[in-house]
């Protein structure tokens, strides 16, 4: 028999006043949410981390090798790492967990390193009660020794074991055995709450198959109490996706933060917060972290967020930040292009430095001639989002830092611009754009920690002048919302739930008209979704499944019509797959894998029709931050804009409208924000 990877043990064992109902959500838990959260001497953080610095690699010569869940103790003024280990497989794809039968011992005098290799701390021994593989370790001091607890188990079944330390480099198994079995019990971590011990783990649901974050109590580390449920996820294992994965539980200022992920694709972790350790609810959403595996630690005057996963190579560490306000959503394009009012296409950006928004203008699309970066305003808190008005003119809507309001600026017809005004706010992310059949555009927009969805109209196409917010629009959400046009020009705005449980989607009843209610469009998933209409006049939603393991798409059966069932589109994705149509009305489809190596590219081969199998589009050697962006110029070419995580942005033109594609050439010289799409900012 092959060895249980973690995919197949789950398969088998699964045989802010912005807040309004989103489809069967009251407001009554984020009303109180909101209350806790109140300000006061009770107020809880916002938890959001600075940028992922690489300081630890793994491999050696002719072998890359990958860590996944880890622990970091610090003993004796040295910083110790214990992680799984294993080999990296090609870019895009992902190792099989059953091959993680050994734990990589380093340590470093600073979390930032030097790190220095040690021999493996722990490996497998299968006539140690079935062991098959060696998952999740973490690592506490107690009484003079360390405690190492750590999932294992196999065909025996899943467990929960324990190996001791008086040196941190030579590991003891306890002879008793697993400390206890579960279902799919995994991920162990310990903290001392009180006058006890308490572990926290992930697990099934044997009842309806939902994601669980139990718990069980100690005094002595070794007997454990029945287990309780800490989080119960509302997404069940039908697709055999973990998605509920590495809890870790913190407290501070009398406040317990739960660390738990994949969210929002496989790089990343949500925060919940609870004055109660023994209970934690989605409606007490309090941040994210751009990492895989995340762990929260301190030093006594800094706290870190480390992060590694199977798509990278080693250890990641971000200074992690308590805040007052919570984090802004970044928008979905970076950089974000669009045609302007002499039908230029014009890129926005962020600085890498200090965050002001950038401009770049094609000044002759034959010759692909551009202008230089220059200033546009700023600094903004995310990537902005444009909407064309009915003259053609573009209109530049900001998030200011912080998420303190919005802002925007309108093309004038000659092509200058307007001053800043300001927009509205508060706001969580740069709101979604789209012109209804009247001509006016009108904005969706997250109000911060994604309580509610607020909607903002022109009062005539073009205008200056805005009707007020409809702050009951819908909400909460677990990510700003996406808009589109359907052919006969009613708009459709959809949501991702929060946790991702399902997506939603609200839709006008006539061209201009009145809004439907909001329904269930689909299953869990992973990220928000994109959303864009082909040539035949059919809408087509893009979306990848928890944990990111693939993504799909769905459209609809003809043009403003119902929506046919989900369908496959690529493997692993970073995040939902860009959907831009060509200048036939064929969707071309980009998805860029976890980790960045690889982006990958399909296109119809009709309008409205099948896909094409694609292949590889990327650069070979390139790390992307962020799915890219595309935008059409006015010959209807398409250029695709790509930032590495260096934040140099590399692009990709069409030799003519529809037709193939020049190599990636280097897209001006400046340095821009490497913003991975969705993500929180710090």
Request: aromatic share 10%.
């Given at each position: 028999?092959?060895?249980?990877?973690?995919?197949?043990?789950?398969?088998?064992?699964?045989?802010g006043?912005?807040?309004?109902?989103?489809?069967?959500r009251?407001?009554?838990?984020a009303?109180?949410?909101?209350?806790?959260f109140?300000?006061?001497?009770?107020?809880?953080?916002?938890?959001?981390?600075?940028?992922?610095?690489?300081?630890?690699?793994?491999?050696?010569p002719?072998r890359?090798?990958?860590?996944?869940?880890?622990?970091?103790?610090?003993?004796?003024?040295?910083w110790?790492?214990?992680?799984?280990?294993?080999?990296?497989?090609a870019?895009g794809?992902?190792?099989?967990?059953a091959?993680?039968?050994a734990?990589?011992?380093?340590?470093a005098?600073?979390p930032?390193?030097?790190?220095?290799?040690?021999?493996?701390?722990?490996?497998?021994?299968?006539?140690y009660?079935g062991?098959?593989?060696?998952?999740?370790?973490?690592?506490?001091?107690?009484?003079?020794?360390?405690?190492?607890?750590?999932?294992?188990?196999?065909?025996?079944?899943?467990?929960?074991?324990?190996a001791t330390?008086?040196?941190?480099?030579?590991w003891?198994?306890?002879?008793?055995g697993?400390?206890?079995?579960?279902?799919?019990?995994?991920?162990?971590?310990?903290?001392?709450i009180?006058?006890?011990?308490?572990?926290?783990?992930?697990e099934?649901s044997?009842?309806?198959?939902?994601?669980?974050?139990?718990y069980?109590?100690?005094?002595?580390?070794l007997?454990?109490s029945?287990?309780?449920?800490?989080?119960?996820?509302e997404?069940?294992?039908?697709?055999?996706?973990?998605?509920?994965?590495?809890?870790?539980v913190v407290?501070r200022?009398?406040?317990?933060?739960?660390?738990?992920?994949?969210?929002?694709?496989?790089?990343?972790?949500?925060?919940?917060a609870?004055q109660?350790?023994?209970?934690?609810t989605?409606?007490?959403?309090?941040?994210?972290?751009?990492g895989?595996?995340?762990?929260?630690?301190?030093?006594?005057?800094?706290?870190?967020?480390?992060?590694?996963?199977?798509?990278?190579?080693?250890?990641?560490?971000?200074?992690?930040?308590?805040?007052?306000?919570?984090?802004a959503?970044q928008?979905?394009?970076?950089?974000?292009?669009?045609?302007?009012?002499?039908?230029r296409?014009?890129?926005?950006?962020l600085d890498?430095?200090?965050?002001?928004m950038?401009?770049?203008v094609q000044?002759?699309?034959?010759?692909?001639i551009?202008s230089?970066w220059?200033?546009f305003g700023?600094?903004?808190?995310?990537?902005?989002?444009l909407?064309?008005?009915?003259?053609?003119?573009?209109?530049?809507?900001?998030l200011a830092?912080g998420?303190?309001n919005l802002?925007h600026?309108?093309?004038r017809?000659?092509?200058?611009?307007h001053?800043?005004?300001?927009?509205?706010?508060?706001?969580?992310?740069?709101?979604?754009?789209?012109r209804?059949a009247?001509?006016c555009?009108?904005?969706?927009a997250?109000?911060p920690?994604?309580?509610?969805?607020?909607?903002r109209?022109?009062?005539?196409p073009?205008?200056?002048?805005?009707?007020p917010?409809?702050?009951?629009?819908g909400?909460?959400?677990?990510?700003?919302?996406?808009?589109?046009?359907?052919?006969?020009g009613?708009?459709?705005?959809?949501?991702?739930?929060?946790?991702?449980?399902?997506?939603l989607?609200?839709?006008q009843?006539?061209?201009?008209?009145?809004?439907?209610?909001?329904?269930r469009?689909?299953?869990?998933?992973?990220?928000?979704?994109?959303?864009?209409?082909?040539?035949s006049?059919?809408?087509?939603?893009a979306?990848?499944?928890?944990?990111?393991?693939?993504?799909?798409?769905?459209?609809?059966?003809?043009?403003?019509?119902?929506?046919?069932?989900?369908?496959?589109?690529f493997?692993w994705?970073a995040?939902?797959p860009?959907?831009?149509?060509?200048?036939d009305?064929?969707?071309?489809?980009?998805?860029?894998?976890?980790?960045?190596?690889?982006?990958?590219h399909?296109?119809?081969?009709?309008?409205g029709g099948?896909?094409?199998?694609g292949?590889?589009?990327g650069?070979?050697?390139?790390?992307?931050?962020a799915?890219?962006?595309?935008?059409?110029?006015?010959?209807?070419?398409?250029?695709?804009?790509?930032?590495?995580a260096?934040?140099?942005?590399?692009?990709?033109?069409?030799?003519?409208?529809?037709?193939?594609w020049?190599?990636?050439?280097?897209f001006?010289?400046r340095?821009v924000?490497p913003?991975r799409?969705g993500?929180?900012?710090?």
């Open positions: 028999m092959h060895p249980i990877s973690r995919r197949r043990l789950l398969r088998a064992a699964g045989a006043a912005l807040v309004l109902p989103l489809a069967g009251t407001t009554a838990a009303s109180a949410a909101s209350d806790a109140a300000d006061g001497p009770a107020s809880r953080s916002w938890v959001g981390a600075g940028s992922l610095t690489h300081v630890y690699d793994p491999s050696t002719g890359r090798r990958y860590l996944n869940d880890h622990t970091l103790i610090r003993a004796n003024d040295r110790h790492l214990f992680s799984i280990v294993g080999d990296s497989a870019p794809e992902a190792p099989d967990s091959a993680e039968t734990f990589a011992h380093a340590s005098p600073d930032y390193g030097p790190w220095t290799t040690h021999a493996d701390a722990l490996t497998v021994a299968p006539s009660h062991e098959e593989h060696l998952w999740a370790p973490h690592v506490i001091e107690a009484h003079g020794t360390y405690w190492m607890f750590y999932a294992a188990g196999g065909r025996t079944g899943a467990a929960i074991n324990l330390s008086t040196d941190l480099f030579t003891t198994r306890v002879p008793s697993p400390l206890f079995r579960g279902l799919v019990a995994r991920d162990p971590m310990v903290v001392r009180g006058a006890e011990w308490v572990m926290y783990y992930t099934l044997a009842a309806d198959g939902r994601h669980l974050v139990c069980r109590r100690s005094g002595d580390l007997r454990w029945a287990p309780g449920v800490a989080y119960a996820d997404v069940t294992d039908a697709t055999g996706v973990s998605v509920t994965e590495s809890p870790s407290e200022d009398g406040w317990y933060y739960l660390f738990i992920g994949p969210r929002g694709g496989y790089d990343g972790t949500d925060v919940l609870s109660d350790p023994f209970r934690f989605l409606d007490a959403y309090a941040g994210h972290v751009p895989h595996a995340v762990e929260p630690v301190t030093d006594g005057r800094r706290w870190y967020a480390s992060a590694a996963g199977w798509f990278r190579s080693g250890l990641y560490l971000a200074p992690l930040h308590w805040r007052d306000t919570p984090p959503w928008s979905p394009d970076n950089p974000v292009a669009a045609l302007d009012v002499r039908d296409l014009t890129v926005f950006a890498a430095g200090d965050r002001s950038l401009r770049r000044l002759d699309p034959h010759a692909d551009w230089d220059e200033p700023g600094p903004a808190g995310a990537v902005p989002m909407g064309r008005n009915a003259d053609g003119g573009l209109e530049v809507f900001s830092p998420g303190a802002h600026r309108v093309q017809p000659d092509g200058g611009w001053d800043w005004e300001e927009f509205g706010g508060p706001a969580g992310a740069a709101p979604a754009v789209a209804d009247d001509g555009l009108e904005v969706f997250l109000s920690g994604g309580g509610g969805i607020a909607r109209r022109q009062r005539s073009g205008a200056l002048a805005w009707e917010w409809n702050i009951g629009f909400g909460p959400a677990g990510a700003p919302p996406v808009v589109a046009v359907n052919a006969d009613r708009l459709e705005v959809f949501a991702l739930e929060p946790g991702g449980a399902a997506i989607h609200r839709w009843q006539a061209p201009g008209g009145d809004w439907s209610a909001w329904s469009f689909g299953t869990a998933a992973g990220a928000a979704p994109r959303v864009a209409r082909d040539g006049g059919r809408l087509t939603v979306a990848i499944a928890p944990s990111g393991v693939a993504s799909f798409h769905r459209r609809q059966t003809q043009p403003s019509g119902g929506w046919g069932e989900w369908r496959s589109l493997g994705s995040a939902a860009l959907l831009v149509p060509s200048a009305g064929r969707l071309e489809a980009f998805a860029l894998s976890p980790g960045g190596d690889r982006l990958d399909r296109w119809q081969t009709a309008p099948d896909w094409d199998r292949g590889e589009f650069e070979p050697g390139a790390v992307l931050a799915t890219p962006s595309a935008a059409a110029d006015a010959t209807g070419r398409l250029h695709v804009f790509a930032v590495t260096e934040g140099r942005i590399r692009t990709r033109v069409q030799v003519r409208p529809s037709g193939g020049q190599p990636w050439t280097l001006g010289e340095v924000a913003l799409s993500a929180r900012a710090p």
